[in-house]
Structure formats: structure tokens, C-alpha cells
């Protein structure tokens, strides 16, 4: 009933900069929170950003003042900017929403199907 698709993951140098994309499409009558999570090989799933509906953000100590999420809710799209890249930020990065479904009202949290971010140089 809802797709999440993420874009703009690749290869990076150190200290490069990324942002990633996450556009949620289907019978949506509204999305409340919105964040992306990273996993890295034989580790587990991490919290990387989340955003409110109304705009209120969180980051874990590891990424804040290098990571900015930002949506935009007309086009139920999150973003990540990712800047001053290390190679420990390599992981999948996954999106997700808690979205309202138009047809029942009741909330999901539904996942994208991640990309790939790879800084190496």
C-alpha cells in the first residue's frame, strides 16, 4: 500500500558529502515521523536521524553536526545531507516513515529497501 524509495547513495571519498533521497508514495493520508537508520556488515541496525512532522530532529552523537535531515511534506520526501564522511559512516541506509494510511486512518511504519553508502579512498 506504500513504497519507500531511496536514492543517492555511491562511493565517497573521506571527508565528501552525500544526500540521499526517500520519497513515500501510495495511499497516504499523512506521515508523522520520518528518520533513517544504517547497517553496516555483521553490525546492527543504527539510528542515524529522525524528523517530526513538525520539523523537530534528533541524531545520534556519532553523526551530529556532520548529518541534516530535512522533508519535505508536500512531496512526502526525506532527505539526508551527509557531510565530512568517514570511512565508518559505510553502511546500507535505510529509510523509514510512520504514515497514516488514507484507507483505515491507522498508522504503519514502513521501510525502504536501502542504498548503499561506501566512503573509501
Known amino acids: 500500500q506504500v513504497q519507500l524509495v531511496e536514492s543517492g547513495g555511491g562511493l565517497v571519498q573521506p571527508g565528501g558529502s552525500l544526500r540521499l533521497s526517500c520519497a513515500a508514495s501510495g495511499s497516504i493520508f499523512s506521515i508523522n515521523a520520518m528518520g533513517w537508520y544504517r547497517q553496516a556488515p555483521g553490525k546492527k541496525r543504527e539510528l542515524v536521524a529522525t524528523?517530526?512532522?513538525?520539523?523537530?530532529?534528533n541524531y545520534p552523537d556519532s553523526v551530529k553536526g556532520r548529518f541534516t535531515i530535512s522533508r519535505d511534506n508536500a512531496k512526502n520526501t526525506v532527505y539526508l545531507q551527509m557531510n565530512s564522511l568517514k570511512p565508518e559512516d559505510t553502511a546500507v541506509y535505510y529509510c523509514?516513515?510512520?504514515?497514516?494510511?488514507?484507507?483505515?486512518?491507522?498508522?504503519?511504519?514502513?521501510w525502504g529497501q536501502g542504498t548503499q553508502v561506501t566512503v573509501s579512498s
Open positions: 523509514n516513515a510512520a504514515v497514516v494510511l488514507a484507507t483505515t486512518r491507522y498508522e504503519y511504519v514502513y
Open positions: 524528523i517530526t512532522s513538525g520539523g523537530s530532529t
